[in-house]
């Protein structure tokens, strides 16, 4: 089982500040990573496929880059609705999630 | 718009079965893997396994002795089996679907299943 730590655990940033999340995987997993974001109360939502493709709708404030093993999301600079967890996954082997990096307000 | 909808029991007695349903509407069940994943109260994200709508599945090897999923696509509808339940299967539970590139691009709601006596 290919295992995703995240880092950091949480982050503490300003809005307008940018955030930088990583993400990284035990052996290759070649570009088959997503990230997602999740608020209180609600299932995540897919933000970046394929390591670095923006899902339908996203901001473009949210990027990904990345492949093999190490990965990372960017946020540009933060909107006050970005401040949520967000995990990483890879299908690359069995479906597998990250540990979640959590963004709060510094 | 996919729509996916979770339905089933909130709660569960420990060693019983745990069944959920997830209902698919606003596009075809066809031609898609269809998964299940849950969430621990204040916890990280578990995929349990996915179905394909021919019938096909993997599951996490973790949860694979007492998963069964299944798929009705006449119903547009997949289900979720979980036996032997204890208190650390207390989750929410979510149905996906598997999109573009094997990311999860549609959500459930999930619905909270709670394990106790």
């Known amino acids: 089982e290919i295992v995703l730590t995240q880092s950091p655990g949480t982050l503490s940033l300003s809005p307008g500040e940018r955030a930088t999340l990583s993400c990284r995987a035990s052996q290759s997993v070649s570009s088959y990573l997503a990230w997602y974001q999740q608020k209180p109360g609600q299932a995540p939502r897919l933000l970046i496929y394929?390591?670095?493709n923006r899902a339908s709708g996203i901001p473009a404030r949210f990027s990904g880059s990345g492949s093999g093993t190490d990965f990372t999301l960017t946020i540009s600079s933060l909107e006050p609705e970005d401040f949520a967890v967000y995990y990483c996954?890879?299908?690359?082997?069995?479906?597998?999630f990250g540990g979640g990096t959590r963004v709060e307000v510094k | 718009q996919v729509q996916l909808q979770e339905s089933g029991p909130g709660l569960v007695k420990p060693s019983e079965t745990l069944s959920l349903s997830c209902t698919v509407s606003?596009?075809?069940?066809?031609?898609?893997?269809w998964s299940w994943i849950r969430q621990p109260p204040g916890k990280g994200l578990e995929w349990i396994g996915h179905i394909y709508y021919s019938g096909n599945t993997n599951y996490n090897p973790s949860l694979k002795s007492r998963v069964t999923i299944s798929v009705d696509t006449s119903k547009t509808q997949f289900s979720l089996k979980l036996s032997s339940v204890t208190a650390a299967d207390t989750a929410v539970y979510y149905c996906a679907r598997e999109g573009i590139r094997w990311s999860l691009d549609y959500w459930g709601q999930g619905t909270l299943v709670t394990v106790s006596s």
């Open positions: 606003g596009g075809s069940i066809n031609s898609y893997y």
């Open positions: 996954q890879q299908r690359s082997d069995v479906l597998t």
């Open positions: 394929d390591a670095s």
